[in-house]
């Protein structure tokens, strides 16, 4: 293969797939709310499954929700290759994050059928259920329980803020599936996405050949105090949780501010407080802490220091915290086999890259631990994204999609 015989998708289909998909969830006019399993959901999954039958593929669906869209291979004996990213949204979410790399999986099936070309393996489009946390925690929920880091069990007993539990929700909307969850064998997995940073963006590079991620690990904590008056109890005697969780707060952005120039980065994106009443000291709060870094060594310093912070926190405030693991991830390698297929069909299509660590959390990583995966990032204008006006640019995003295309391809008629 080389750059004059190369295959290429179909740009303006591809930008009316995601056009189709920024109607549905729409919010603040430029972005999407999109939450998993909602009546939104339903409707993107709904048209989703709808494209795919008419290009073609079989659909499953597992007991998770994830959707995997087969278009058959000339030996149906061998796994597929697998193209994958998520449909769901942020409360406050863009029209790219996750909704690009599952239409261009879609386009690449388009592409394949336009020029009538079989492959030996299958490929399979997989829509995973529920990356973005946004709505059930954790995050990655679909690719965890299909690599079986997250018990179904668990999975589906999941509440929301308003007590609805994820199971029923995922029956209420029709993608309660029946097939086994992660019974299901991939050649490989290929996950094309917005980068979520500004480096490509800035370098004025296109294309971001994703060869790890940052270790990454949320906390859950838990903060008791006690309820007292906020008028009549002395300041000494008081054991306000809310005050404990504003020191925690404070140390762990820190402890990001002190580890910046090693790229680590600590966040607190989620407080709950009870009884959250004017009058009353606050006698419980429940807390995520969220922290990464691009090295394992930087990574156990930046553990240690927060749970310094976590103590100091306990005794300034007089209350007690526990703290359990929520999730991590991003100590799963991407396989050298398919980052070396992305950079030498780079190379075979003239198109510059750049070798490069995630910073954010994507179902790739659970992927990674049960077939050999690789990313693609393209670029997101000034890196902003989880953002309603997350944008990107159509002409510096077509050179990722059409090294998908043509890796996909190739891994898809190797003869070993």
């Not at 790219?96 to 393996?121: A, F, H, K, P, W």
């Not at 105090?225 to 109890?233: D, I, L, Q």
């Not at 070396?340 to 069909?345: H, V």
Request: proline share 5%.
């Amino acid at each position: 293969m080389n750059a004059e015989n190369s295959l290429k998708v179909d740009a303006d289909r591809l930008w009316a797939t995601i056009d189709r998909s920024a109607q549905i969830g729409r919010f603040r006019d430029t972005g999407l709310r999109r939450l998993a399993v909602s009546s939104e959901d339903k409707e993107m999954r709904d048209l989703f499954v709808a494209w795919v039958r008419e290009d073609g593929c079989a659909v499953e669906v597992d007991a998770v929700g994830n959707i995997f869209a087969r278009r058959p291979g000339s030996d149906p004996n061998l796994p597929p290759v697998a193209i994958g990213s998520h449909l769901d949204t942020q409360i406050c979410g863009g029209r790219y994050d996750g909704v690009l790399g599952v239409m261009c999986g879609l386009e690449v099936i388009r592409t394949l059928n336009d020029r009538s070309i079989q492959t030996r393996r299958a490929i399979e489009v997989i829509v995973w259920t529920n990356e973005e946390g946004a709505r059930f925690s954790p995050p990655l929920m679909g690719s965890l329980a299909f690599a079986h880091r997250l018990p179904l069990a668990q999975a589906l007993d999941t509440k929301d803020d308003a007590g609805l539990r994820f199971g029923d929700e995922l029956e209420r909307i029709g993608y309660a599936g029946k097939a086994p969850l992660g019974n299901h064998p991939l050649d490989c997995y290929f996950e094309l996405h917005i980068e979520q940073a500004p480096h490509l963006d800035r370098e004025g590079c296109d294309i971001g050949i994703v060869v790890g991620g940052y270790k990454t690990l949320a906390l859950r904590i838990d903060i008791r105090g006690e309820t007292s008056h906020s008028g009549g109890t002395p300041m000494a005697d008081r054991r306000n949780a809310l005050v404990g969780a504003g020191y925690l707060i404070a140390g762990v952005n820190d402890i990001g501010l002190a580890y910046a120039a090693e790229r680590g980065r600590t966040t607190s994106p989620r407080i709950e407080c009870f009884p959250n009443l004017p009058g009353i000291i606050p006698e419980h709060v429940r807390l995520i802490v969220d922290f990464r870094h691009p090295d394992t060594a930087g990574f156990d310093r930046m553990h240690a220091d927060i749970k310094q912070a976590i103590a100091a926190a306990e005794a300034k405030a007089r209350v007690a915290i526990e703290v359990t693991e929520g999730w991590s991830w991003g100590t799963s390698l991407f396989a050298p086999e398919c980052i070396e297929l992305l950079k030498a069909t780079a190379v075979e299509l003239g198109i510059p890259y750049r070798e490069m660590l995630s910073q954010a959390g994507h179902d790739a990583y659970a992927v990674a631990e049960l077939a050999p995966s690789v990313m693609i990032f393209t670029p997101c204008r000034d890196g902003i994204s989880h953002n309603t006006t997350e944008e990107i640019d159509r002409a510096r995003t077509l050179p990722g999609a059409n090294l998908l295309l043509n890796a996909a391809l190739k891994r898809a008629n190797r003869s070993s």
